[in-house]
């Protein structure tokens, strides 16, 4: 069965303090992993997909990486708009299905 | 460009009712999954369309159904309401042309659910 746990389940940073979400997994096969943010009430918001392991994607001030047993959200430089909850999910082989963990939940203080 | 849209936004019901929620996926997308997401949890796969048919399905009881249209838009009925299904319900929509390759999804907005 493929599972998905994130940690830490809560992170507060101050404004310009860098660092990392985990999220590790196992699966038979990944055909993907891959990273939302979401907002309180509202939707997940598509942030990165991760096929490969040693693959790595940027956008802004977050960066995903990919291993074969873990992916790390990075966090650089935070602002306090970059508070929510990151999600972590993934697509194994076989599957349509995405299996979610429960998220981090970010908050970073001005 | 329009993104996946759902409606309604919120809905109450009551327990025994039946409620039936609507997705209008990303334009170019053409299959369509639909996730429950219980408050402070990820969301939880339901089911999945593509070509009008039910592709896979999660871990949900019978009274979970769904239904896909030409036009790709889809809805999710639930029948005999319980309590324990007010959550928030996520559309996510997808195109099917990525091959091996897991397909990402998009989320709409949700629809909250409320059951009294």
């Known amino acids: 069965e493929d599972q998905v746990t994130q940690s830490p389940e809560a992170l507060r940073l101050q404004e310009g303090e860098s660092s990392s979400l985990n999220c590790s997994y196992t699966v038979s096969g990944l055909r993907g992993l891959f990273w939302y943010r979401q907002d309180p009430g509202k939707g997940p918001e598509f942030l990165f997909t991760l096929y490969s392991a040693g693959e790595e994607k940027e956008k802004e001030r977050l960066k995903a990486t990919l291993t074969k047993k873990e992916s790390f959200l990075h966090i650089t430089a935070p602002k306090p708009e970059d508070s929510a909850t990151y999600l972590c999910?993934?697509?194994?082989?076989?599957?349509?299905?995405?299996?979610f963990g429960k998220g981090t939940k970010l908050s970073v203080i001005p | 460009d329009a993104g996946v849209t759902q409606s309604p936004t919120h809905l109450i019901k009551t327990r025994g009712q039946q409620v039936t929620l609507r997705c209008s996926p990303k334009?170019?997308?053409?299959?369509v999954s639909w996730y429950q997401q219980a408050l402070g949890q990820g969301p939880q796969f339901i089911f999945q369309?593509?070509?009008?048919?039910?592709?896979q399905r999660g871990n949900f009881p019978d009274r979970f159904s769904g239904h896909q249209f030409p036009n790709y838009s889809s809805e999710l009925n639930v029948n005999a309401l319980l309590l324990g299904d007010s959550a928030l319900y996520l559309c996510a929509s997808s195109f099917n042309g990525d091959g091996q390759r897991g397909n990402t999804q998009y989320f709409g907005p949700g629809t909250r659910l409320t059951v009294l």
């Open positions: 334009s170019g997308h053409d299959t």
């Open positions: 369309y593509y070509e009008e048919e039910e592709r």
């Open positions: 999910a993934l697509a194994g082989a076989g599957s349509y299905q995405l299996t």
